[in-house]
């Protein structure tokens, strides 16, 4: 069975900290996906990432990164010099490689960045 | 251009009604999925369409919940006789369908369902 796990529940830093989520995965498959979306206060869904299981490079996209390791099975990322705007809870999702497949999420990490 | 969006954004209804939640998907993506969020917790998956079908219902709960996307745009998810346990958020999200792999699924706002 599939299953994410995002072990902190709240993380609390203050602006310019920089701050890594976690997100452990369990899957049998060998091609899968994996997604990081951000949930701020007003609910909607933001899609920040997607990658594939063959794609084991580290991404930077600006504050942002993300560390891939098939061998911890695990997909962190990492904010670098936090902003108050980027309080809110992020969610990490697996899926099947097969197109129409559910997204499993794991239970998010709520994410406060005080000024 | 313009992202998914539901209707309503919010639903208070008694138990035991009858309602409707709406999603009107990105422009062209023919894929499109329920999720519903309860408090504190991640989406669950409800449904997918692809096109007018619905090609995985494994999600949906129980018979008091059903979806139809007669168009191949526009879906409408029902629940029949409400209970308070349905109160959450309900979300839908869309993606193109350009080969066999999965694609992005972008989110709407959600409607927020609340049964007293």
């Known amino acids: 069975a599939q299953k994410v796990t995002q072990a902190q529940t709240e993380i609390s830093v203050v602006e310019k900290e920089d701050v890594t989520l976690d997100c452990v995965y369990e899957?049998?498959?060998?091609?899968?996906?994996l997604f990081w979306y951000k949930q701020p206060p007003s609910g909607e869904l933001v899609f920040l990432i997607r990658?594939?299981?063959?794609?084991?490079q580290n991404e930077i996209s600006g504050r942002y990164s993300w560390n891939f390791q098939k061998s911890t099975s695990s997909f962190n990322f990492t904010i670098t010099a936090s902003q108050v705007v980027d309080s809110a809870v992020y969610f990490c999702?697996?899926?099947?490689?097969?197109?129409?497949?559910?997204?499993?999420f794991g239970k998010g990490t709520t994410l406060s960045v005080s000024s | 251009g313009a992202g998914v969006s539901q209707t309503p954004s919010n639903k208070v209804t008694e138990k035991g009604k009858y309602v409707e939640l709406r999603c009107d998907p990105i422009?062209?993506?023919?894929?499109l999925y329920w999720y519903r969020q309860s408090l504190g917790q991640g989406p669950e998956f409800l449904i997918y369409?692809?096109?007018?079908?619905?090609?995985?219902d494994s999600g949906l709960p129980n018979d008091r919940f059903f979806a139809v996307r007669p168009e191949g745009s526009v879906s409408t998810l029902k629940i029949q006789r409400t209970e308070r346990g349905d109160s959450a958020v309900y979300l839908c999200?869309?993606?193109?369908?350009?080969?066999?792999?999965?694609?992005?699924?972008?989110f709407g706002p959600g409607t927020r369902l609340t049964v007293l």
């Open positions: 990658r594939n299981s063959f794609d084991e």
């Open positions: 899957t049998r498959d060998t091609t899968y996906y």
């Open positions: 999200a869309s993606s193109h369908q350009t080969g066999v792999n999965t694609d992005t699924q972008y």
């Open positions: 369409f692809q096109g007018t079908g619905a090609a995985d």
């Open positions: 422009s062209g993506h023919t894929a």
């Open positions: 999702a697996l899926s099947e490689s097969w197109a129409g497949t559910a997204l499993i």
